[in-house]
């Protein structure tokens, strides 16, 4: 189970450093889009941390949002 959820979790990272990309939006600015700090954003990309469930809801949401989910 725990494998599951770190792979379900890698992916949405995954989703978002691709939206990040593709727009051309600085890991700040996403940040600062989230409602997070910069250091949060650039560890979740590190693989350091992984988002709480208010900031994957907001994640999700942002995809969604954009049509990338």
Not at 1 to 14: G, R
Not at 16 to 21: A, F, G, I, K, T
Not at 26 to 43: C, D, M, P, W, Y
Request: glycine content about 4%; proline content about 1%; some cysteine.
């Amino acid at each position: 189970m725990i494998y599951c959820d770190l792979y379900v979790m890698s992916k949405l990272i995954k989703k978002l450093e691709d939206y990040r990309l593709e727009n051309k939006i600085s890991q700040s600015k996403l940040a600062e889009i989230l409602g997070v700090t910069f250091v949060t954003v650039n560890r979740w990309f590190n693989g350091k941390f992984a988002p709480n469930k208010i900031q994957k809801h907001h994640i999700k949401k942002l995809l969604k949002d954009e049509g990338n989910e």
